[in-house]
């Protein structure tokens, strides 16, 4: 199977035995993404908005790692602590993604890795 480990500086670096990113067959499927600022390893604030905003960041830089950007994103997963929230995730979204969004989950979880509020995985399709 012809598969290459997408690793950068600039997301998060994996708490546990996964890679950030995998490309197989010209597509892309990311680790699931929590809002841990790469630079410090810290989670970045108790604010949802803020959250989101990081995780959607560390999804972007394993993409652009692997030659692709948001554009090319085709389904995510969102995992939420609180779907109240979920207007606050949808006014985000619409910032990121402003025009053709890929394919989307939200889904209430009872708990996250460091007891964060969202975690977010990606697939998108890997440029030639």
């Not at 950068?8 to 993404?33: C, D, H, V, W």
């Not at 394993?62 to 929230?85: F, H, P, Q, R």
């Amino acid at each position: 199977m012809n598969r290459k480990v997408v690793q950068t500086e600039n997301a998060p670096k994996a708490i546990g035995p996964y890679s950030q990113g995998i490309i197989s067959r010209g597509m892309l499927f990311t680790a699931g993404q929590i809002p841990v600022n790469p630079e410090t390893g810290k989670i970045i604030s108790d604010n949802f908005e803020h959250q989101v905003r990081q995780v959607l960041e560390n999804i972007k830089a394993v993409v652009e790692e692997a030659g692709s950007n948001l554009t090319d994103i085709i389904k995510l997963t969102v995992y939420l602590i609180d779907l109240d929230n979920f207007q606050i995730l949808n006014k985000v979204f619409s910032e990121y993604f402003d025009s053709e969004p890929p394919a989307r989950a939200a889904i209430q979880v009872a708990r996250l890795p460091l007891d964060v509020q969202v975690e977010i995985d990606a697939i998108a399709v890997v440029k030639e």
